[in-house]
């Protein structure tokens, strides 16, 4: 007597039911083009639409999703230092409530994290699996969402991110083109160090990790190489067309309620081993992205 297998293939983005909190953001908002332009069955929420610190309203938003990839987060990094319990119930609260409910429903959760979980005082990449030791109430609030996910979705990937720039919201480059185009000179940070991403390419990684079933645990979702926020405005000011002089500083010069990593350079061995490309250089991925965010 012969008996017969059938093996089920692996999900496709086509045919996952994904939502997607914080749809409304730079990083949503590029995450759900990507899923529209594969076909993926999407649904976007932003902040108007659910409240991520009320858990019957999350567990009635994740019902019947596949994916749930929560982009929501306070990210008001100076902010936080003077409402910490706000950042608390969005950064923390809220991860909480969708690990638990996608843990409940079946669906598996992409918790987008950041490099402010460390205390940015390293010489080498972090790894993924470093001791967190945030040394601001953002960072605080972050590393709290992470172990509440660790805690109530066995199945998750948390996708750690940092130096954020893209074409759907204020960031970066954006600032220091309009400041070069309007200042006869320009002095900026030369002592933090780290590795600029586009959002577009955090959102194609996060579907490559859902796609390859990558095992559970935490990645970095961050652009190869490194650079200064010096290096990258001068960057930025040749894609802009503008000579702007620039003279490089230290970050003593622009003292900010919360501090600010030095050293948010990521490493990349979990994508390694899980067999799935990292971003690539951050050069040449901001001179792909420059004309859409500079525009």
């Not at 940070?189 to 490559?208: E, H, K, M, Y």
């Not at 030095?262 to 420059?290: M, N």
Request: hydrophobic fraction near 45%; proline fraction near 5%; charge should be negative.
């Amino acid at each position: 007597m012969v008996t017969e297998t059938t093996t089920v293939p692996p999900a496709t983005p086509a045919s996952r039911r994904w939502l997607v909190v914080g749809a409304a953001g730079m990083l949503g908002t590029d995450l759900l083009a990507r899923l529209r332009d594969g076909g993926a069955d999407v649904v976007g929420l932003g902040r108007a639409d659910l409240d991520v610190t009320d858990a019957d309203a999350v567990l009635a938003a994740v019902r019947g999703s596949d994916v749930v990839v929560n982009c929501a987060a306070w990210t008001a990094v100076d902010d936080a230092e003077a409402h910490e319990d706000d950042a608390f119930r969005v950064n923390a609260t809220g991860a909480a409530h969708l690990a638990r409910a996608a843990h409940q429903e079946g669906a598996r959760l992409v918790q987008v994290s950041t490099d402010y979980v460390f205390d940015g005082a390293a010489t080498a990449p972090y790894a993924e699996d470093a001791p967190l030791a945030p040394v601001s109430a953002y960072g605080r609030t972050k590393a709290a969402g992470e172990w509440a996910v660790r805690a109530e979705a066995p199945d998750h990937l948390t996708v750690r991110t940092a130096w954020l720039y893209g074409a759907h919201g204020g960031c970066f480059p954006r600032t220091m083109a309009r400041l070069g185009a309007e200042n006869d000179r320009l002095a900026v940070v030369d002592d933090q160090v780290g590795q600029p991403t586009w959002t577009r390419d955090l959102a194609d990684l996060i579907v490559r990790l859902v796609e390859a079933d990558a095992p559970a645990g935490t990645y970095h979702g961050t652009a190869s190489g490194r650079t200064s926020w010096f290096g990258f405005t001068r960057r930025i000011l040749a894609s802009a067309g503008l000579t702007t002089p620039l003279e490089p500083t230290t970050s003593d010069a622009f003292v900010r309620p919360a501090p600010r990593p030095g050293f948010s350079v990521l490493g990349h061995g979990a994508l390694a081993a899980a067999g799935v490309a990292p971003i690539g250089d951050w050069a040449e991925r901001w001179d792909a992205a420059a004309a859409e965010v500079l525009a």
